[in-house]
T-cell receptor, first 113, second 112 residues
Framework: KAGVTQTPRYLIKTRGQQVTLSCSPISGHRSVSWYQQTPGQGLQFLFEYFSETQRNKGNFPGRFSGRQFSNSRSEMNVSTLELGDSALYLC????????????FGQGTRLTVV | SQQGEEDPQALSIQEGENATMNCSYKTSINNLQWYRQNSGRGLVHLILIRSNEREKHSGRLRVTLDTSKKSSSLLITASRAADTASYFCATGFTGGGNKLTFGTGTQLKVEL
């Protein structure tokens, strides 16, 4: 069974630009969550999508948005990039809330210059 | 903000020794999970313990959960150099979907 795939792996963007990150969950998993990891703030929850609906949202500004498609693939968008958005963005897929385990992709390393 | 703290922040041991990491959290939970992360890569799920469980084993891993103290510990027995990584606890909440709140992490270094 293929794992969680995130693309691209690395990205360099300029302040003010926007970026879209992609995540393909494990086949059969309908829940996709996104996390931001930085040295200063650690791992922070961005949002969760389940069956194309945003189910939970973390405490991030509206510049951070996401969506999920009918095949459960998810995208995350960050508009008007700031230097502080430089981070490792991790996607996790889960089978169900009852099971609980999350399976993570390798992440997208975003650098904003 | 993060749910809890882990201690120690860093731990250095010799191969073959046991490593113990502790996690404290702040609110009621549905489950607590431990993850491993190698050098800025993705997180690997290690073990999940539910709020009504007190202890769980998986291979060389042993996890305990004390909901009255809002704390958990992860014991890795007979550590190997390949266990060198950062370890994070994460908590899930009833009604929280699959949202996980992570601790600050423990950096484990196992030396030959």
């Amino acid at each position: 069974k293929a794992g969680v795939t995130q693309t691209p792996r690395y990205l360099i963007k300029t302040r003010g630009q926007q970026v879209t990150l992609s995540c393909s969950p494990i086949s059969g998993h309908r829940s996709v969550s996104w996390y931001q990891q930085t040295p200063g703030q650690g791992l922070q929850f961005l949002f969760e999508y389940f069956s194309e609906t945003q189910r939970n949202k973390g405490n991030f500004p509206g510049r951070f948005s996401g969506r999920q498609f009918s095949n459960s693939r998810s995208e995350m968008n960050v508009s008007t990039l700031e230097l502080g958005d430089s981070a490792l963005y991790l996607c996790a897929s889960s089978l169900s809330e009852l099971r609980g385990e999350a399976f993570f992709g390798q992440g997208t390393r975003l650098t904003v210059v | 903000s993060q749910q809890g703290e882990e201690d120690p922040q860093a731990l250095s041991i010799q191969e073959g020794e046991n490593a113990t990491m502790n996690c404290s959290y702040k609110t009621s939970i549905n489950n607590l999970q431990w993850y491993r992360q190698n050098s800025g890569r993705g997180l690997v799920h290690l073990i999940l313990i539910r709020s009504n469980e007190r202890e769980k084993h998986s291979g060389r891993l042993r996890v305990t959960l004390d909901t009255s103290k809002k704390s958990s510990s992860l014991l890795i027995t007979a550590s190997r150099a390949a266990d060198t990584a950062s370890y994070f606890c994460a908590t899930g909440f009833t009604g929280g979907g699959n949202k996980l709140t992570f601790g600050t992490g423990t950096q484990l270094k196992v030396e030959l």
